[in-house]
Nanobody
Framework: VQLQASGGGWVQPGGWLRLSCAAS????????MGWYRQAPGKRRELVAA???????SYAESVKGRFTISRDNAKNTLYLQMNSLKPEDTAVYLC?????????WGQGTLVTVSS
């Protein structure tokens, strides 16, 4: 499985961005996908996840502001990020899980500042 993330950039506090993660390869083996983020000097954290049944989960810090979704026809995962805060600044990475291994895409940088 190969993952290609895009959509990061700079945005002012209160703004929005939408991240995309295009998946290719053995798509049928994926049982869940997620977005993680890692800020400088901090541990990588799970931001949002979605499983093959469409169930979603979110970190408490982003609930009500971020929405994870997927387009199966396009093999693409999305993260809609609204009401962005400076503390959301981080490198965001998408991940795909099979029963045996986790795959990672390259990160995309999100910077929230005025």
């Amino acid at each position: 499985v190969q993952l290609q993330a895009s959509g990061g950039g700079w945005v002012q506090p209160g703004g929005w961005l939408r991240l995309s993660c295009a998946a290719s390869g053995n798509i049928s083996s994926i049982i869940a996908m997620g977005w993680y983020r890692q800020a400088p000097g901090k541990r990588r954290e799970l931001v949002a996840a979605i499983n093959s049944g469409g169930s979603t989960s979110y970190a408490e810090s982003v609930k009500g502001r971020f929405t994870i979704s997927r387009d199966n026809a396009k093999n693409t995962l999305y993260l809609q990020m609204n009401s962005l805060k400076p503390e959301d600044t981080a490198v965001y990475l998408c991940s795909a899980s099979t029963y045996y291994v986790n795959y990672w895409g390259q990160g995309t940088l999100v910077t929230v500042s005025s």
